[in-house]
């Protein structure tokens, strides 16, 4: 299917809705999380980066949220995509509160070298998750948070609770080799994932190149689409993991329709984000039922984007942002 013309800024805007919902817990630092969804003749798409991104960066996002509402998405290998839960780096005690709201999960996603926390912090919530289970795989994101011998230290002492991965342990592709190499030569067992060092860079298949990841983790917003970022899978050469950007289920629904158009999907995806909202812009939320969700098509709910709108003022500030993003992709 070719890719679709960039729709005109009047026709964006015409099914342009901004909403502010809020979190269950505070993620990424925040208790509310903002979106501009747009419906086109497709459906409906998603546009969220997060207000610290630049234009230009925020322009990948721009390009998937059209290629939802414009074109739609790849035919699916799979019906139903096992999807992980996660633990925002909330104090130990809470980790069985957060859990609760995923249901049976067998893959779990843990926060950890949060701004402000110690590695005793997260050992701790490390803990308590495999206590409350025990046949779980886990994996952990540190988001770029450590340098290269913090990370070599924590994920040796954070490996004794079994380890499927780390994500993103340090921000550098040279960092991530480094640390690659320095866990294989003593023996720990925690392979190493890139996230940001796959969609924040100029060049996706970079860390791949650099031999500095065992696995790549891959978000239809921050690559452009569905489309872009199954060809980047392809050329990576690498196991893939599908993850959310924190996107209402407008945004899930392209992270699944990714998930479900990869040829090979050996872990659990990071698409049960969700969980972590009060609400939702459609009356039944794409959740994980019994450590999974089923593909299917959605719509947001009238009712729901008047009762989350955002202030005039902030919907003032995004309609703004759309504009400047969408005269970048139509110079």
């Known amino acids: 299917m070719p890719t679709p013309a960039v729709p005109d800024f009047e026709e964006l805007l015409a099914g342009a809705r901004v909403v502010s919902l809020p979190m269950r817990v505070k993620f990424r630092g925040i208790m509310e999380r903002e979106s501009l969804l747009l419906r086109g003749p497709a459906g409906w798409g998603e546009f969220c980066p997060f207000p610290e991104y630049g234009d230009a960066e925020a322009s990948n996002w721009l390009a998937a949220a059209i290629e939802a509402g414009w074109q739609g998405f790849p035919a699916p290998l799979r019906p139903v995509i096992p999807v992980n839960a996660t633990v925002p780096a909330v104090a130990a005690e809470r980790v069985p509160e957060v859990l609760a709201r995923f249901g049976r999960v067998d893959a ?11 590695l005793d912090d997260d050992a701790a919530r490390l ?139 050996p872990y659990a995806c990071g698409l049960g984000t969700v969980s972590l909202f009060e609400s ?4 039944d939320p794409l959740v994980a039922d019994d450590g999974a969700i089923r593909l299917r098509e959605v719509a947001a709910d009238a009712g729901l984007l008047e009762q989350y709108a955002a202030s005039a003022e902030r919907r003032d500030w995004w309609l703004a942002r759309l504009r400047r993003v969408h005269a970048l992709l139509t110079p």
């Not at 780390?166 to 190493?192: F, H, K, M, N, Y």
């Not at 921050?222 to 872009?228: E, F, N, Q, Y």
């Not at 690498?238 to 990714?258: F, K, Y």
């Not at 939702?280 to 009356?283: K, L, N, R």
């Open 127 to 265: 803990d308590a998750v495999r206590s409350a289970l025990p046949d779980a795989a886990i994996r952990v994101d540190a988001n770029g948070g450590w340098d290269v011998p913090t990370a070599i230290k924590a994920l040796t002492r954070l490996a004794v609770v079994g380890l499927e991965y780390a994500e993103q342990p340090v921000p550098t592709i040279d960092g991530l080799a480094e640390v690659r190499r320095a866990v294989q030569s003593a023996g720990t067992p925690v392979l190493i994932a890139a996230d940001e060092s796959v969609r924040k860079e100029s060049d996706p298949l970079k860390v791949a190149r650099a031999g500095a990841a065992d696995l790549v983790v891959v978000k239809v917003a921050p690559l452009g689409g569905v489309r872009r970022a199954l060809d980047i899978v392809a050329q990576a050469g690498l196991p893939a993991v599908v993850s959310s950007a924190l996107d209402t289920s407008v945004g899930i629904r392209a992270g699944l329709a990714l998930a479900a158009a990869l040829p090979e999907l």
């Open 280 to 283: 939702d812009v459609i009356t």
């Open 108 to 118: 779990v996603k843990v926060k950890v070298a949060e701004q402000g926390q110690t």
